[in-house]
């Protein structure tokens, strides 16, 4: 019986297995191991060196000088710059045309992130195109009309949360029914409550036992809200001097270029650095003993968060989680039963969020319990490939 290709697409930047970091490319790294076997599963993006997952092929998609160099330009330029958009169009458009050529013989096409790279594909009789929505970029303005041009040619359009299939179904109402729901998952044998964390973490960080950690995880970038956390931490750590906030994660992915916000956070934590740490990138498997090492995870997102990782990661290990109240985070957290959900953009009540919770541990340790029970319910990587694969098998 011949099994079914499926070509899985990431975007234009990192490689998988993810050696850069970058949430997509884990997300694709784990569910494509998850389901080679009975399917034929290729990865396409750019090259990782030898990094391999066994059982899953991979095909590299090298970078080109042109793209190299417009790649800098976007690493230099601020978020709003026009120049990001044109060095964005430019290294889509060439690597899309590249993707389009590797996909050619596949059963399934299954596209992450990138609705751009559709109208490079052409289908075969007999293909599937599958896209899988992580952000809300469906919603880009300036992108819409190629975005319209683009769904028609997927079958399925997948999204990490009702926020996200939402919002999509109000941009293209014509493309309603293509628009579904899966939720994200984590692996809670990897991310759990370790009972010796702090141990795994020497040579990296020294936490001090008489301490207590907040820790932030994420992209230092102004839609994650760290300067809001910053702001917040000012009065938390007024009112409990021995609490440390540690903050992780570079400006996109490990060795991303250094920015102008990431010189801000650290000019307004100056007047409290001696309790704030910076560690910069930190890989997962360092990352499942931090979350679990600490006191208390804040995510302070002040955008439409959809539904980040850190939030299954953070509930998974058994630490109280304290998040804005955005995008999809609710589908997931529900407030005081597994967690804590602020207003987003506003470090009072950030503050006070996270000092009730350090004057209460036993209420702290009671919603953390609950938060890990509902990812070991719910939300594995084996529940997501089975509804994967079951969306897969239900193509006509």
């Avoid at 594909?121 to 041009?149: A, C, E, T």
């Avoid at 007047?271 to 979350?291: D, M, S, V, W």
């Avoid at 989680?321 to 506003?346: K, R, W, Y």
């Amino acid at each position: 019986m011949n099994q079914t290709s499926i070509a899985i697409v990431v975007p234009e930047l990192l490689p998988v297995p993810p050696v850069q970091g970058g949430a997509v490319e884990h997300w694709v790294d784990e569910a494509s191991v998850r389901m080679a076997g009975e399917r034929r599963i290729t990865v396409v993006s750019r090259p990782a060196g030898d990094a391999a997952r066994p059982g899953v092929a991979y095909i590299g998609i090298p970078w080109t000088p042109l793209e190299q160099y417009f790649h800098r330009i976007k690493e230099r330029v601020t978020w709003r710059h026009p120049l990001r958009y044109l060095a964005k169009i430019q290294n889509v458009y060439s690597y899309g045309r590249r993707v389009a050529a590797a996909v050619a013989p596949f059963d399934v096409v299954y596209l992450h992130n990138e609705p751009n790279i559709l109208l490079f594909l052409r289908r075969r009789p007999g293909q599937k195109i599958v896209l899988h929505m992580h952000n809300d970029h469906l919603s880009m303005k300036m992108f819409r009309w190629f975005y319209r041009r683009a769904l028609a040619k997927a079958d399925v359009v997948l999204c990490v949360s009702d926020y996200i299939r939402r919002q999509a179904v109000a941009q293209f109402p014509e493309h309603a029914a293509r628009f579904q729901v899966l939720f994200n998952s984590t692996d809670p044998e990897v991310f759990q409550p370790y009972p010796a964390a702090a141990a795994q973490l020497d040579g990296l960080l020294q936490l001090d036992p008489a301490r207590r950690y907040l820790l932030y995880v994420g992209r230092l970038n102004p839609v994650k809200g760290v300067h809001v956390l910053i702001e917040a931490f000012a009065e938390i750590h007024r009112r409990h001097p021995d609490v440390r906030l540690i903050i992780t994660g570079s400006s996109f992915f490990g060795g991303a270029a250094r920015t102008d916000y990431e010189r801000q956070l650290e000019a307004l934590a100056k007047p409290i650095n001696h309790a704030i740490i910076f560690t910069g990138f930190l890989p997962h498997e360092k990352l499942r003993y931090l979350y679990a090492a600490v006191d208390m995870i804040v995510l302070p997102s002040v955008w439409q968060d959809p539904c980040p990782l850190v939030v299954l990661e953070a509930m998974a290990s058994g630490t109280l989680l304290v998040s804005s109240a955005v995008g999809g985070i609710p589908e997931v957290m529900e407030h005081q039963v597994n967690g804590l959900l602020v207003a987003p953009n506003d470090p009072a009540a950030l503050a006070d969020a996270v000092c009730g919770a350090l004057a209460a541990p036993a209420d702290s340790a009671a919603m953390a319990a609950a938060a890990r029970a509902k990812i070991v319910r719910g939300y594995t990587w084996q529940r997501l490939v089975n509804e994967l694969t079951a969306t897969f098998d239900g193509l006509k």
